[in-house]
């Protein structure tokens, strides 16, 4: 299966041949196993809140907290980890540039969107173990940043073409 290939070229990154092969996965392939790696993400909060023996959560049936849950939880959480990875990949552009690589924002966006993949894990082994907060995942962002850094050294030098500067 593509995503558990795509997983396990991940967590290799930066290596440079795990680079080229996440580089010819699609986005679609990669905006899809984003949505699943957040799904695992999300995974502690869930049952955080399935877990809730009094109070309002545990009146409400599963169905409706599930809903809940997708609703209020999920999606935000995916449009905020989408709209990040989008200023990241920018950043990230603008360092490409000043570096003078030839890398384009969707070959960033990509690549940032599988460095995340280590964080998440850990994150989402560390909250099964013990209650931790949301707040870690700002950390995570660091990591990202020095591993798009790296991808953009390992790409090619543009080539200074004659008549421009």
Known sequence: ???????????????????????RIGMDIT??????????????????????????????????????????????????????????????VLISRALYRKIRFAILWKMCAYTTTMPFLIYTVVALIIPINDNWLWLFLLYTFILMIKIIIVYPRRKKRPGRK
């Not at 290799?12 to 795990?18: D, E, S």
């Not at 699943?36 to 049936?61: F, H, K, M, N």
Request: charged share 10%; aromatic share 18%; net charge positive.
């Open 31 to 92: 905006v899809v196993y984003m949505f699943i790696l957040l799904i695992l993400v999300s995974i502690p909060s869930l049952i955080d809140r399935l877990s809730v023996s009094s109070g309002t959560a545990a009146d409400v049936q599963l169905f409706f907290l599930l809903m809940y849950f997708f609703i209020f939880y999920y999606l935000p959480l995916v449009i905020f980890v989408f709209v990040v990875l989008s200023a990241v990949a920018y950043v990230g």
């Open 1 to 23: 299966m593509i995503f558990l290939e795509a997983l396990r070229t991940s967590i290799r990154l930066p290596a440079k041949k795990a680079m080229f092969t996440l580089n």
